[in-house]
């Protein structure tokens, strides 16, 4: 599913053809482990940066992807969680505005200038 993901051929999430059955199945599967992963981020159970450290990458592919994105959001499907977990991260708007990365040329350490500049455009988790 992740390979699927990174290749931005997600059209599946839209049909309900029979051919894409499987598919959708594998869907399910995968969102379901990231609803679980929300679920204990709600929970207590799992702090959000332990869930970041480890799934941050998958949790932006499914964020960045708008047909993988609108099927959790259907009521039928019974995802409550994720979206607003997904929401919460600020990942799609990280993604269009191609925020998700940062380089930077020179120290970002304390006492420094651009330390003072990082700092303002962090989001902390």
């Known amino acids: 599913m992740q390979r699927l993901l990174e290749s931005g051929e997600t059209r599946f999430a839209e049909t309900e053809e029979e051919e ?3 598919l959708l199945l594998k ?5 379901n482990f990231f ?3 929300t679920f204990l981020v ?3 159970r799992l702090k959000q940066h332990e869930a970041l450290a480890m799934f941050d990458y998958p949790l932006r592919l499914i964020a960045s992807d708008n047909a993988v994105m609108r099927y959790p959001t259907r009521p039928e499907y019974g995802y409550e969680g994720l979206p607003e977990f997904v929401k919460k991260l600020s990942y799609p708007g990280a993604m269009e505005k191609g925020l998700d990365k940062i380089f930077v040329y020179g120290t ?3 006492g420094f200038a651009l330390h003072t500049e990082l700092q303002k455009l962090a989001r902390v988790t």
């Open 108 to 110: 970002p350490r304390r």
């Open 27 to 31: 869907l399910d599967d995968y969102l």
């Open 35 to 37: 609803e679980f992963i």
């Open 42 to 44: 709600i929970q207590a």
């Open 20 to 22: 894409e059955e499987d």
